[in-house]
């Protein structure tokens, strides 16, 4: 059974960081692209970082690109989502992704983690 366990959100002000983490179980870690989603309330699911099974390449959407890192560990089956200088409009459920191919829409990703709450304050 696969499960991906998200944690590290919290309630922070702006200009803070965070550091979210998704540790996985259940299924070959090294073999799947892992990303990482948001969903605001009364949104769709918005892409938000993407890193292939190497982690030797990454993907970001521009509104989070130069403030969030992604990250992995194959040894320790987690990928990591370090977030800086954080908005208000970052606020959001975040949710890590695994599938066998790293794109950016949803539909991509076959597993899906229970998500994280972000709640950035101004």
């Known amino acids: 059974q696969v499960q991906l366990v998200e944690s590290g959100g919290g309630l922070v002000q702006a200009g803070d960081s965070l550091r979210l983490s998704c540790a996985a179980s259940g299924l070959t870690f090294s073999s799947y692209a892992m990303a990482w989603f948001r969903q605001a309330p009364g949104k769709e699911r918005e892409f938000v970082a993407v890193i292939i099974r190497s982690g030797a390449y990454t993907n970001y959407a521009n509104s989070v690109k130069g403030r969030f890192t992604i990250s992995r560990d194959n040894a320790e089956n987690t990928v990591y989502l370090e977030m800086n200088s954080l908005k208000p409009e970052d606020t959001a459920a975040y949710y890590c992704?695994?599938?066998?191919?790293?794109?950016?829409?949803?539909?991509?990703?076959?597993?899906w983690g229970q998500g994280t709450q972000v709640t950035v304050s101004s």
């Open positions: 992704a695994a599938g066998s191919y790293s794109g950016t829409y949803y539909y991509t990703y076959k597993y």
